[in-house]
Antibody, heavy 118, light 107 residues
Framework: EVQLVESGGGLILPGGSLRLSCAASGFAVSSNYMSWVRQAPGKGLEWVSIIYSSGTTYYADSVKGRFTISRDNSKNALYLQMNSLRAEDTAVYYC????????????WGQGTLVTVSS | ETVMTQSPATLSVSPGERATLSCRASQSVSSNLAWYQQKPGQAPRVLMSGASTRAPDIPARFSGSGSGTEFTLTISSLQSEDFAVYYCQQYNNWPPTFGQGTKVEIK
C-alpha cells in the first residue's frame, strides 16, 4: 500500500528556515516524480516543487532560490528545505507522487501545516 | 503560465441531482487535464486524468469531457459524500497549474 507521511511543519518567524520531511512506503521515491504542493488557509492548491527520478529539480517562481527539494533514497524519503520564509508561505504542504511521468498526482500525504508569523 | 478558471465558484445542488462543473484554460492543454476532489481537512484525491479517464475506484457517476481549453466534470446524481471542493489541474504546459476550485454544497 502506498503511503506518504509528512512531518516538520510548525510556527516559524519570518526569515526563518524549516525542513519538511515526507516518509514514503509501498514504493520507491527514487523511481517516481515527487512533488510538494501547498494550500494556503482557505485557498486553492499551488504546485511548489518537483524532483524527477533522474534527480532533476524544478521550482515555482514564488519559491525559487529559497526552497530546495531533495530525497534520500536509503530512507525512501522526500524533503523540502525552506529558507527565508515569508508570511505568504503559510500553508499546508502536501507531499505527492506523480502518476508515471506526468505532472499530476495520484497519491498524496495528509499534509503538514507551516505557519510563518511573528 | 496557463491560467485555469473554474466556474461557478459555488454550486448548490440537491442530493440526487446532476452537477456540472466547468474549467477553462487560457491556452490549449490538449487532454492533459486532471480533476481532484477535496473534503474539509483532507488531502485532494484524483478523480480523473486525461480529461475523461476515471481514476481507480472512482464511481461511474463521475464523468469528464473536453479538450483544448474547455472541460467539464459531471456528477450524474449527487450523493452525500460528493459535497466537496473540486479542482481542475492542467499538466500539459509548464508549470502545472490548478483552477481556483468549485465548491459543491447542499441546496
Amino acid at each position: 500500500e502506498v503511503q506518504l507521511v509528512e512531518s516538520g511543519g510548525g510556527l516559524i518567524l519570518p526569515g526563518g528556515s524549516l525542513r519538511l520531511s515526507c516518509a514514503a512506503s509501498g514504493f520507491a521515491v527514487s523511481s517516481n516524480y515527487m512533488s510538494w504542493v501547498r494550500q494556503a488557509p482557505g485557498k486553492g492548491l499551488e504546485w511548489v516543487s518537483i524532483i524527477y527520478s533522474s534527480g532533476t529539480t524544478y521550482y515555482a517562481d514564488s519559491v525559487k532560490g529559497r526552497f530546495t527539494i531533495s530525497r534520500d533514497n536509503s530512507k525512501n524519503a522526500l524533503y523540502l528545505q525552506m529558507n527565508s520564509l515569508r508570511a505568504e508561505d503559510t500553508a499546508v504542504y502536501y507531499c505527492a507522487r506523480g502518476k508515471s511521468s506526468n505532472w499530476y498526482w495520484e497519491y498524496w500525504g495528509q499534509g503538514t501545516l507551516v505557519t510563518v508569523s511573528s | 503560465e496557463t491560467v485555469m478558471t473554474q466556474s461557478p465558484a459555488t454550486l448548490s445542488v440537491s442530493p440526487g441531482e446532476r452537477a456540472t462543473l466547468s474549467c477553462r484554460a487560457s491556452q490549449s492543454v490538449s487532454s492533459n487535464l486532471a480533476w481532484y476532489q477535496q473534503k474539509p481537512g483532507q488531502a485532494p484525491r484524483v478523480l480523473m486524468s486525461g480529461a475523461s479517464t476515471r481514476a481507480p475506484d472512482i464511481p461511474a457517476r463521475f464523468s469528464g469531457s473536453g479538450s483544448g481549453t474547455e472541460f467539464t466534470l459531471t456528477i450524474s446524481s449527487l450523493q452525500s459524500e460528493d459535497f466537496a471542493v473540486y479542482y481542475c489541474q492542467q499538466y500539459n504546459n509548464w508549470p502545472p497549474t490548478f483552477g481556483q476550485g468549485t465548491k459543491v454544497e447542499i441546496k
